[in-house]
């Protein structure tokens, strides 16, 4: 068995819109049962790459805990939306379990219908108070630098957004200045209530590829990024990546997978809390 799941563990991480294009034909529980014994950021990989009723009815099947490891583990938009799609008792029982963190951003995300400003944000951008010293903020970018955009932005102790600056500047600035004394006050940005058109409207994409989003009451919330909207409109659609061996691949990842079944319906019997049918 464990060199199954370990061949299984390699074929995902090597194939992974394969092997989801294979867990798509299965039963849920069945897939429910395999990502559950996965490392819990191999089993988020297949699982955002999963429709999202299925992955929602893999979460169900599995135990809190095993649908709260994978959820801390995805993009923070893909959990937003099984989150959305889950009932409102699900989707409470599995916030609760999740890091504090992490449970308290997604809330914020869910506050926004979908396609609004504050849905679409990315929340988990390096933001830092205006009080800070260049020193601190340039060593703060160091440690930080996956959360890091194009721009800096600068925050006061209440979280309003109060300026901005771009990463050249910052690194160009004297160490002993704050952070407030060198930023560009008052950047443009977004209300989080705004719809989609708007979005898309706002000027300032002439000069940007990413905007600021804050809250009625100019709280920082993240930023919406250009390509975000993009990828939304469809504009990139004929960008898609060509699968040519997709069927290829599929085929003899089944003739694999069709291995384990017996083993994932033995180990889905076992599997507890999970719906009667998958969602339509």
Request: net charge negative; glycine share 6%.
């Amino acid at each position: 068995m464990k060199v199954d799941f370990a061949a299984a563990a390699r074929f995902l991480e090597d194939h992974p819109e394969e092997a989801a294009a294979v867990l798509e034909r299965v039963s849920f529980a069945d897939a429910a049962a395999l990502l559950s014994e996965l490392d819990p950021k191999l089993g988020a990989s297949a699982l955002a790459r999963l429709s999202a009723s299925l992955a929602v009815d893999c979460l169900q099947a599995m135990h809190g805990e095993h649908a709260a490891a994978l959820l801390a583990e995805l993009p923070i938009d893909v959990a937003a939306r099984l989150l959305r799609r889950a009932t409102e008792h699900t989707r409470e029982r599995w916030l609760a379990a999740l890091p504090s963190q992490t449970g308290d951003v997604l809330r914020r995300k869910l506050r926004y219908p979908p396609g609004t400003a504050g849905a679409l944000a990315d929340p988990l951008v390096l933001a830092l108070p205006g009080d800070l010293t260049v020193a601190h903020a340039q060593k703060q970018l160091r440690r930080s630098a996956e959360r890091a955009d194009y721009y800096i932005y600068i925050v006061d102790r209440d979280q309003r957004l109060v300026g901005a600056l771009d990463i050249r500047e910052l690194m160009l600035a004297q160490a002993r200045n704050t952070l407030e004394s060198v930023m560009h006050r008052d950047p443009v940005r977004v209300p989080a209530s705004s719809d989609l058109a708007a979005i898309l409207a706002h000027p300032g994409w002439r000069e940007l590829d990413a905007l600021p989003v804050v809250d009625a009451g100019g709280v920082f919330f993240g930023i919406v990024r250009h390509r975000t909207l993009r990828q939304i409109a469809g504009i990139d659609a004929d960008q898609a990546p060509s699968k040519p061996m997709i069927s290829t691949l599929v085929s003899l990842g089944e003739l694999y997978w069709g291995g384990l079944a017996t083993l994932l319906s033995g180990m889905s019997g076992n599997q507890q809390g999970g719906p009667s049918n998958p969602e339509e």
